[in-house]
């Protein structure tokens, strides 16, 4: 099975812009979370989602929105970007009814 | 609120054993995880504990005890490909059952 998959894989974005990232998950995976990676801040939970539906949510401003798909591919938002948005940002899919994650390779945003 | 506690980071030497402890406080405790990641990469699944005692899983095994809120991941025969970041993580169902990390701790593996 191919592993969850998230693109793009860099990114360089100015303030003030917004931004889309996308994941793909492992096939049959139904659930999708969200996290951001700094150095000092380590991995932080943004959402998660669950057959279309936002299940969780982290504690990040509005301006950090998701969705999924009915093929349960994701995709999240990020708009009027700040410096302090810059960090990896990594997807993981989990099996129906198992609670251990798949990280795909994580977007690494940097914003300028 | 929930807090997780590990070191920042560790050393050790080719061949050896290591323990990496994860203290946690958390109101709704319904499992606890750990993750490796090397530098540049993805996090990768190690093991998942819901109940107290041993989990072992070829070198690596993980302890559980939730009356203390505490939780270790033992490592043997370590080897160089096992300096990477270890990542404790804990669900907790008083928050829909969101999985809350530790910021890690770096082992370093000296030869």
């Known amino acids: 099975k191919a592993g969850v998959t998230q693109t793009p894989r860099y990114l360089i974005k100015t303030r003030g812009q917004q931004v889309t990232l996308s994941c793909s998950p492992i096939?049959?995976?139904?659930?999708v979370s969200w996290y951001q990676q700094t150095p000092g801040q380590g991995l932080q939970f943004l959402f998660e989602?669950?057959?279309?539906?936002?299940?969780n949510k982290g504690n990040f401003p509005g301006r950090f929105s998701g969705r999924q798909f009915s093929n349960s591919r994701s995709e999240m938002n990020v708009s009027t970007l700040e410096l302090g948005d810059s960090a990896l940002y990594l997807c993981?899919?989990?099996?129906?009814?198992?609670?251990?994650?798949?990280f795909g390779p994580g977007t690494r945003l940097t914003v300028t | 609120g929930q807090n997780i506690d590990q070191p920042t980071e560790m050393t050790a030497t080719e061949g050896a054993i290591v323990q990496i402890n994860c203290t946690y406080q958390t109101s709704g405790f319904n499992g606890l995880f750990w993750y490796q990641q090397h530098a540049g990469e993805a996090p990768t699944f190690l093991s998942y504990?819901?109940?107290?005692g041993l989990e072992e899983k070829g070198r690596f095994s993980s302890f559980l005890s939730r009356s203390k809120g505490y939780s270790y991941l033992l490592l043997k025969e370590l080897q160089m490909k096992d300096s990477a970041s270890y990542l404790c993580?804990?669900?907790?169902?008083?928050?829909?059952?969101?999985?809350?990390f530790g910021k890690g701790t770096r082992l370093h593996i000296l030869p």
């Open positions: 993580a804990v669900r907790d169902r008083n928050r829909d059952d969101k999985i809350i």
């Open positions: 989602y669950f057959s279309e539906t936002q299940r």
């Open positions: 504990n819901v109940l107290d």
């Open positions: 993981a899919s989990s099996p129906e009814g198992r609670f251990e994650q798949y």
């Open positions: 096939s049959g995976h139904r659930s």
